[in-house]
């Protein structure tokens, strides 16, 4: 419970940062200065960056994409995998089989090296990165779906529909489907958490939403050749992913419990 | 044991064609035409298509795969499009430096995990902060852990030498401190994840009755840990090593990148980048064949250590 809270606490501070960051700082995050580089200070909380850039602006900017992106990703994880996975798990026998070695087969594979090949390819927009994230992380949201599906379709009360004369196409909506939608859930703020922390690690490799518009990991490899000059060019988009994969992580996993 | 691991890895077999098949078309389907790629902008669409038949890619991709995979398996693997050099000259020599790192993250987790949480002295103090670590291991990606130690240890303390690698050939001390930082940042997930599977098995282990028949025997609670709780806790470890393989490619490529390691890691991102596609194909090939195996191996493991589960 305190673990939920404390994710909760985290997200919404993340989101009200990145949703009013117009109102909360005096720059634009693209607006260019003369003073580049400069060292935090009053005017400037994180400095600026390379091109003159408020880095403070930059990394509450930053938050926008990055949750459009986790939240998309989830979403599209969800939308793939929820099905494949009851019906995996309410068939059973020779489908499930085969569903359940193609998953873990795909969970197997590296998500991040797969989302890079496909995003070199496809060039990076948020759109075609929120898709391929979600494609990459729908293997473990029908694993966990399947597993529980399977179990509940031992039911009495599943029983007790069948012999009512219900049928598969009344069953999983009306009664699996209510009772694997808590599992789904804190699926869905982990699968969040992965989105982010895989989209973030695209983009510090050079495949993120391009430039000039303010993205975490993008902003963490340019602070990188300058963590001797401006530290915080580095470290506050650093931080703003950690804290925001982890305020996901912890909410996830305090509600699987 | 052998037996298992053998059938297993002639299960994996069909797995591993149908991804590097898979592979090897999305990635011929996605990149389209390599000639184009590889004469830039200003090439005539006669140009482009010449040089498509005299390479072979004008071919259908079934075709072109199976040619591929004889070259393959006669350790010819083509050549680089960007610096024209053998892919098999290009990859081999990084392939060491990456297994290196990773076999020692490898080590440095599980040593890390098991431990910490196998500790019953001061327990109140070592098991929040074992699980602290673990989540920090989890939720922080490679490049936010390492940037913090780079900015720590090499910039603030001075302590270590800035990123970069050094080979055994620089001596020991040279290469260890230039290894130490990498090896920290790509354990630091495999910890949490270990941590997380360990406890939970310990924690069930220690439940039991044969625990408390020792504990009753006389033994001290850190010699119960030792000898009867961890010993049998362990399972779950191995399983999870195996299977998060792939977990372990992804954590390399983004350590590699950051530290400027030349492993592999770093040079896919490059091929990739570059589109290389040979490199690219190689690699991801290497990646595939490693993960599948280390799931057959991870499997036959648990089957070997576990009567009860029946081998398909």
Known sequence: ?257 | MLAILARRLVWAIPGGIVITALLFASLAGLIGSPAALMLGRDATAQSIAELNARLGFDRPIATQYLDWMGHALRGDLGRSYVTHQSVVEAVLPRLPVTLEIGLLALVLATIAAIVLNSLTGARALIRPLATLLAVIGITLPNFVLGLGLIYLLCVTLEWLPSVGWSAWSNGVPDHATHILLPVLTLSAYYYGSLTLVFRAEYDAVARRLFIRAVKAKGLSDQQVSWRHTMPNALLPVITTIGLSMGQLVGGAVVTESLFSIPGIGSLLVDSILSRDYPVVLAIGMIVVFSVVIANAAADALYAAANPQVRIR
Not at chain 1, 55 to 73: D, K, M, N, P, T
Not at chain 1, 85 to 113: E, F, H, K, S
């Open chain 1, 1 to 257: 419970m305190t673990r939920r809270a404390c994710g909760l606490v985290l997200i919404l501070a993340v989101t009200f940062a990145a949703l009013f960051a117009p109102l909360l700082t005096a720059y634009a995050p693209t607006q260019t200065g003369v003073f580049f580089l400069a060292p935090p200070d009053a005017a400037h909380w994180f400095g600026t960056d390379d091109l003159g850039r408020d880095v403070l602006s930059r990394v509450l900017h930053g938050g926008r994409a990055s949750l459009v992106i986790g939240v998309g990703a989830a979403f599209v994880a969800c939308v793939i995998g929820v099905p494949a996975g009851l019906l995996a798990g309410y068939c059973g026998g020779r489908v499930d089989l085969w569903a359940t070695q193609v998953m873990n087969l795909c969970i197997a594979l590296p998500g991040l090296v797969l989302a890079l090949l496909i995003t070199a390819v496809t060039g990076p927009s948020v759109l075609n990165i929120v898709l391929i994230l979600g494609f990459v992380s729908w293997p473990r949201v029908a694993r966990l779906v399947r597993g529980q599906a399977f179990l509940i379709r031992e039911a009495l009360f599943v029983e007790a529909a069948r012999a009512a004369g219900a049928d598969a196409v009344w069953i999983v909506p009306m009664h699996i489907l209510p009772n694997v939608a808590g599992v789904i859930a804190a699926q869905f703020a982990l699968t969040v958490a992965y989105a982010i922390f895989t989209s973030s690690s695209l983009s510090f490799l050079g495949l993120g939403i391009p430039p000039p518009s303010p993205d975490w990991g993008g902003m963490v490899r340019t602070g990188l050749d300058y963590l001797s000059i401006n530290p915080a060019m580095g470290l506050a988009p650093s931080a703003a992913v950690g804290i925001t994969v982890l305020g996901f992580y912890l909410l996830g996993s305090g509600t699987r419990g």
